[in-house]
Nanobody
């Protein structure tokens, strides 16, 4: 089955850094659009950073210049380096993938990880 497993969340002071990682299994990873979303308390889930078709990246305006998304197709990992963290970055961060899996190579589906908590104290 397809699994996305996030790691790297935690508690950090404002101005600090964290690196999130998401290990994927079961996906034809190189053919998936992958990225990160976040959901704060009482808020909707919003895009943070994603790889889109063709390998380009897209960032939420609020994180541009502070966060960097990267992927390693050989290891099936997508990472999010978060620098200059702010209290408003506090949220549960979710890994997302859209595309084919080894179980469903012709139908593109969307998958989510279980989420990892990031808390930034002021």
């Amino acid at each position: 089955q397809v699994q996305l497993v996030e790691s790297g969340g935690g508690l950090v002071q404002a101005g600090g850094s964290l690196r999130l990682s998401c290990a994927a299994s079961g996906l034809i990873f190189s053919k998936n659009d992958v990225g990160w979303y976040r959901q704060g308390p009482g808020e909707q889930r919003d895009m943070v950073a994603i790889f889109t078709d063709g390998g380009s990246t897209n960032y939420a305006d609020s994180v541009k210049g502070r966060f960097t998304i990267s992927r390693d197709n050989a290891k099936n990992i997508v990472s999010l380096q978060m620098n200059s963290l702010k209290p408003e970055d506090t949220a549960v961060y979710y890994c997302n993938a859209k595309g084919p899996s080894y179980y469903n190579p012709t139908n593109h589906r969307e998958y989510w990880g279980q989420g990892t908590q990031v808390t930034v104290s002021s």
